[in-house]
Nanobody, 127 residues
Framework: QVQLVESGGGLVQAGGSLSFSCAAS????????MGWFRQAPGKEREFVAA???????YYADSVKGRFTISRDNAKNTVYLQMNSLKPEDTAVYYC?????????????????????WGQGTQVTVSS
C-alpha cells in the first residue's frame, strides 16, 4: 500500500508565499510522475503542476512564473513552492503520484493518469 503524506499549506495574505511537500511512503516504487492538483469551493479539481522522472516540469497557465515544482527522487518526495499568491489560489491542494511511464506524448496533467492521492491540504489566501 502506498501513502502520500502532505505537509505545508495554511493561511497567507495575497502576495505571500507558501510551500508544500509530499512524500510517498509504504510499498513504494520509484514514482515516475508526481504532481499537484487543487479544488476550490464549488469548482472541479484542476491541474496545478507536475514533474516527471527526467525532471521536466509542467504548469497550469494560471500558476506559471509563480509556482515551482521540484522533487527528490531518492526520497520519493515532491515539493511545491508557491509565490505571489492570489486569493484565487485558495483551494484544497492534493498531491498525486504515478508509478509508471506516461502514454507516449501525453503530458502528466490529467487526474486520470495518477494512481495515488494525498489527503489534501487547505491553502487560504486572504486579500
Amino acid at each position: 500500500q502506498v501513502q502520500l503524506v502532505e505537509s505545508g499549506g495554511g493561511l497567507v495574505q495575497a502576495g505571500g508565499s507558501l510551500s508544500f511537500s509530499c512524500a510517498a511512503s509504504g510499498r513504494t516504487l520509484s514514482m515516475y510522475a508526481m504532481g499537484w492538483f487543487r479544488q476550490a469551493p464549488g469548482k472541479e479539481r484542476e491541474f496545478v503542476a507536475a514533474i516527471i522522472g527526467n525532471g521536466n516540469a509542467y504548469y497550469a497557465d494560471s500558476v506559471k512564473g509563480r509556482f515551482t515544482i521540484s522533487r527528490d527522487n531518492a526520497k520519493n518526495t515532491v515539493y511545491l513552492q508557491m509565490n505571489s499568491l492570489k486569493p484565487e489560489d485558495t483551494a484544497v491542494y492534493y498531491c498525486a503520484a504515478r508509478n509508471r511511464g506516461l502514454p507516449r506524448g501525453l503530458p502528466p496533467t490529467s487526474q486520470g493518469l495518477y494512481d495515488y492521492w494525498g489527503q489534501g491540504t487547505q491553502v487560504t489566501v486572504s486579500s
